[in-house]
Nanobody
Framework: VQLQAFGGGLVQPGGSLRLSCAAS????????MHWYRQAPGKQRDLVAI???????NYADSVKGRFTISRDNAKNTVYLEMNSLKPEDTAVYYC???????????????WGQGTLVTVSS
């Protein structure tokens, strides 16, 4: 089982970007899915979470600007980022609680991270 994130890049302040993260492998079920970010020299912080049933929750710093969603048929989570600010610059990581086929317990998996740079 692995997670692979896509969609990072360079964007101007006020711009938009959409991140994707797809889970692959022998998966029985995926529970909560998350996006984290880590700016240079700072700790990794939770940005958004979405439950298996599709209920989202956000860090205060991104509320009203970011939207998390998921496609359970594709085992994919998305992060739509609008009105981007320079302080949103970070490496963004996806994370998911996944029950591999044949396993007894959910395990936490991380994607490889994708860099988002907001700069003029």
């Amino acid at each position: 089982v692995q997670l692979q994130a896509f969609g990072g890049g360079l964007v101007q302040p006020g711009g938009s970007l959409r991140l994707s993260c797809a889970a692959s492998g022998t998966i029985f079920s995926i529970n909560d899915m998350h996006w984290y970010r880590q700016a240079p020299g700072k700790q990794r912080d939770l940005v958004a979470i979405i439950t298996k049933g599709g209920i989202p929750n956000y860090a205060d710093s991104v509320k009203g600007r970011f939207t998390i969603s998921r496609d359970n048929a594709k085992n994919t989570v998305y992060l739509e980022m609008n009105s981007l600010k320079p302080e949103d610059t970070a490496v963004y990581y996806c994370n998911a609680a996944i029950l591999p086929l044949g396993a007894r317990y959910y395990r936490s998996y991380w994607g490889q991270g994708t860099l988002v740079t907001v700069s003029s």
